[in-house]
Each structure stands twice: as C-alpha cells, then as structure tokens.
C-alpha cells in the first residue's frame, strides 16, 4: 500500500563523483551534506507539495540517528527559494517547542556548497524509532479504540503548537511515525509557507480517517494508497458508511476536521485540536501498545483486521490472580492480628518484677531511637516521572504503569541498537518514584520478564542525576519477582530506578519492568 523505499543502512558513498547538480541524482544513501555532518542512510518518504524528501541520516559529529525534512527545488526560481526559507523559519521557530508527540528540531540550515545544487534547506530533527504511519494500515484499518488512542498524543501536540502560536503542517501521512510505545507522532517537522493551524486539524481528521479506513481523506496522497471516496453529493463518505463498527462521534469528528468545503464538500465544525482530542480520549482503549513494531502475524490489536473482541484466556488469569491477591491479604491481616495478640501476652508475662535486658545491657524500656528500625511496611508511590542521563526519557507516559498495581501493564524502554553504558547512547534509563512521605528505604521489589537486566536503586534528594544521587542497592533480574535489599541510613521521598544494562532483544537491546512496590520504615 505505501510507496516509501525500503529503508536499509547506507554504504560509504564516493563523494567525488555522480553529482550533476540534480538534487534528486545528488540525494542517495551514503552521500553526506552540511560540510560533511550528516550522513544519508534511508529515504522513508516525500513531500511532493512542499517537494520536500525525507530522509533518516547520521550525525557524524554526535554519533546519533536524526531525521531529514531536505527541501529541494531549482535555485534560480525565486518563487522555491522564498517558500523554502519560510519553512526554514517556521521550523526554526518551532524549535523551542518541546512535546512528545512531536519530534524536537534540532537544527536548521541552509544549502551549503558541498550539497547538490537542488538543495534549498534542511531541517533536522531527532529521529523518532519505530514505523511508518502507513505501516499500520497495510493490512485494513484499526479498531477504532486503537486508532483514537494512538492519535491522541500527536492532537495534545496539534493543540499545544495552537496555543503557542505554531503551526506542525500535520497533514501528510509519511512526516508521521508510531513509536515503540504505540504512539503517534510528528517525525519530519517542517510546515509548508503556506500552511496553517486549520490545516493541521485538518491533517489530525485525515489520520484518523486513515486508521478507520484505510484510506486517505487529503490530496497528494502517496501513490498506492488509496483515496476516500465521496458521495453522489459530492460529500466525503464517512468512515461508519464504510465501517459499521466505527462509533459516530469518531467517525463525525474526522469527517468534521477534515471540513473545507472547497476541497471536500463538507461542513465542517471541528477547528481545534483540542475538540479532536476530547472524542480520541472518550473512545480510546488501553491496552499493550509496544508490538505496534512486531511483526504482523504475531498477536496483536494493532494489526488485526476486525475489531476486539473479549480474550477469555486473559480474563480467566485475571480472575485467578484477584483470588490469588483475596487469599494473601487475608494470611497478611491474619499474621498481623497474630503478632498484635502475642504483644499482650508477651506485656502480661513482663509485668512482674522481672526485667528483660537486651545484649547491649539496655532495658526495653529505654531503648534509644533508631536502635531497633520500626517494621518495613509497603510505601505509597503517588507520582513518577521518566529519567534518562542523555535527557532524551524512554516512554514517560507509561511510567505510571510501574505502580498501579497491575503487573500485566509495564513501563518499557526504546529498542537501543547498542548496551548502555559509557560510550554509548545512554549512561541508564528509568525513573524517579514519588512517595506519599519520607521513609528509611528497605527493600524495592521488582516484577520483570527481562532477563539480565541490571537496575540501581539510588536515593534521591534533590534534583534527580547521577552525581546527586546515593547508590543503595542494586541486582540483575530473573523473570518475575526480585527482591533488592537497600542499605539506606536515612529518610527520603525520592527513589531513583536505573536500567543500567540492558537485556539483548532481536538484534538490539531493552528491557521491561512490569511492577514496582517498595517498603520502608518510619522516619
């Protein structure tokens, strides 16, 4: 269905010789541009309004992986020239924008003399890994609960761009990805001269028609995918027309977003983002979001053709672990109604003359604080925020999954192409727990699948970083449960847990932490 080339890692390219001046001859894998700084490795898509190519490429001077929205065009026409360096300006200004469902601009730059004569611009981005937009409909539309939740982060982002006075240019299937974590973002930024925030609500409606559809509402489609059709009256045919399944306020407020009656014969109604947010989120479902970059045969939502239907296996282990949960919070309030009965008992039995006198020589009666630490018991995290020390944050959005209580969601971090570590992308990668009150740290319990990971647990006090944090306690994880055992001498309302080494997956590396429960002690 999609007409993107195949991506693959580009080979040492000859940079002396097959350039006639063409920037579409100049522009192939391997070739370098700004004095030599980024590599081209893949092209994943074009612009042909804005002729614009988009490109994934190395930074040679930081060593990572960035996007490339390349403005191309002839230089001697002024018309090109002029438009180009609006988009240049507009990019540079979104620069400042920071939010995750769109990636950050790193850098704006101009043609410089090395590059083909038929480059006006380039805006660089950070390159956001996962897959293409159009990847997800190659094999039908989503269920609608999918579709309305992976959109819904790059509509926060349409809206919050509104408000700071901005405009995405939104509105082309291949300058959106879905990253790991499931979710829709704005990759290639770089909004056309002309564009503005009308049509970026306009692009949000076109990629929800395209999730529940398959088929895209806009013009200057990729080739081989296909266009929604219109009616007798001219008018767009909605998506519930098409898809029985789809609920009518999605399938109102894409036809309604996309409404420009010049172009599509419909009313219209729908100007913000924020009107298209509040329907995504009434209709969204939650449910695992990281196998948006699995295969297609294997089991999951994103891809399948018909919409969701009951897993008995999965409500089946739910109720057995609810029954599970039942029969040991009743053993817990059993030993504790057993250890408060055998304080009386063991009060009556000392209330003689007798006195008992501990190894120290001191009487209970005078013990000292902090010589006996008060009993570990569990502490309520009542916040979290995600922790990377290259300040790029592995899914921050799920970072609440790690204490919800649920051990079937989970926090996960990026698919890295190389271990943590010095060196490398990343030093670790985790997060910041919130505690409902200061406590002395004793123990951390972890519920994880990933084999081999490593994680540290350091005491926070302050702004979270390495140098300002105490190492307390670290482990190498098995599947399921780990106990760490933590050797803090003070209180804290702060816990830093930090991937340290990865676990190696399908030729990369990552890791998986499903729960997080710590207990400690009165301060």
Known sequence: MTSKPTEQIAAEHDESGGDDGSADQGLTP?????????????????????NAQLWRAKDGVLGRDVAL????????????????????????????????????????????????????????????????????????????????????????????????????GADHPQRIRVTPDGEIRMAFPGPMAQATSTDDVRGLGAALYLLLTGRWALGDAPEGLPVAPTGPDGNLVAPRTLRPTVPLELSTVAVRALGNPDSTGTTGGVRTGAAVLRVLEQHATFDATNAVTQQATESNEVW?????????????????????????????????????????IDSNRNSGNSHVIDQSGNQPGNQQPGQTPAAATPLKITG????????????????????????????????????????????????????????????????????????????????????????????????????????????????????????????????????????????
């Open 30 to 50: 391997g070739r370098v541009l700004d004095h030599g700084r980024y590599r081209l490795l893949s092209q994943v898509g074009s612009d042909n309004r804005c």
């Open 304 to 344: 399948r053709r018909e919409d969701p239907k009951p897993d008995q296996a999965k409500r089946k282990k739910l109720m057995i672990s609810v029954g599970v949960l039942a029969v040991a919070t009743l053993l817990v309030i059993g030993w504790i109604a057993v250890g408060v009965i055998g304080m009386f």
């Open 69 to 168: 929205t390349i403005l191309v065009g002839d230089r001697a026409d002024s018309e090109a020239a002029s438009n180009a360096r609006r988009t240049l300006e507009r990019a540079m200004h979104a620069s400042t924008f920071n939010h995750i469902g769109v990636a950050r601009v790193l850098d704006v730059v101009t043609q410089s003399s090395s590059d083909p004569n038929g480059v006006l611009g380039i805006v660089i981005a950070e390159w956001t890994h996962g897959t293409d937009l159009l990847d997800l409909v190659t094999e039908g539309p989503l269920p609608p609960g999918t579709a309305a939740r992976l959109l819904q982060p790059l509509a926060a982002a349409v809206e919050a761009a509104h408000h700071a006075g901005l405009v995405l």
């Open 384 to 523: 979290g925020t995600s922790f990377n020390t290259n300040n790029d944050p592995d899914a921050p959005q799920r970072i609440p999954n790690l204490f919800d209580g649920n051990p079937t969601t989970y926090w996960a971090t990026f698919n890295y192409k190389q271990q943590l570590g010095p060196g490398g992308i990343s030093n670790g990668t985790g997060a910041v727990l919130t505690f409902d009150h200061a406590a002395v740290l004793r123990e951390v319990l972890i519920n994880s699948p990933s084999a081999g990971t490593k994680v540290e647990i350091r005491q926070v006090n302050g702004a979270p970083s390495l140098e300002g944090s105490k190492l307390i306690g670290s482990a190498v994880l098995t599947p399921g449960d780990n106990s760490i055992k933590l050797q803090a001498d003070s209180p804290t309302q702060q816990i830093l847990v930090l991937v340290t080494q990865l676990t190696p997956n399908g030729g990369g590396f990552s890791s998986q932490l499903n729960e997080v429960t710590v207990n400690g002690s009165a301060a």
